[in-house]
């Protein structure tokens, strides 16, 4: 009669935890879920700038912080590790409005 029970126990706990995260999570699943949640409209922002990378002139916005011996050998530069500080602007010319920085750390690893 305890085994009964035991397993009829199990049988029941088993059955509401599987309700409880039996949410679909597929890409689909999430989109519909996402889809039926009430919203106001929708915002959308969008945002042009311009990101300009020097790396070889007096003043560069990034420089050299690491490499890999294969580096120079590569023609992609692979290994290669650089810090920037570069400027972002409103328009494609360098010498236009400074609207931010773009600050960080980034490698070349093709």
Known sequence: ME???F???LFLAVAVLRSTHGIDQSP???EKWF????????KLTKLHFYFHDTVTAKNPSAIQIAQANITFQSPTLFGLLRMMDNPMTIKPDPNSKIIGRAQGIYGSKI
């Not at 889809?35 to 929708?42: A, C, G, S, Y």
């Open 3 to 5: 085994n009964f029970l």
């Open 7 to 9: 397993i009829a126990f």
């Open 28 to 30: 689909k699943g999430v």
């Open 35 to 42: 889809m039926e949640l009430p919203q106001e409209k929708v």
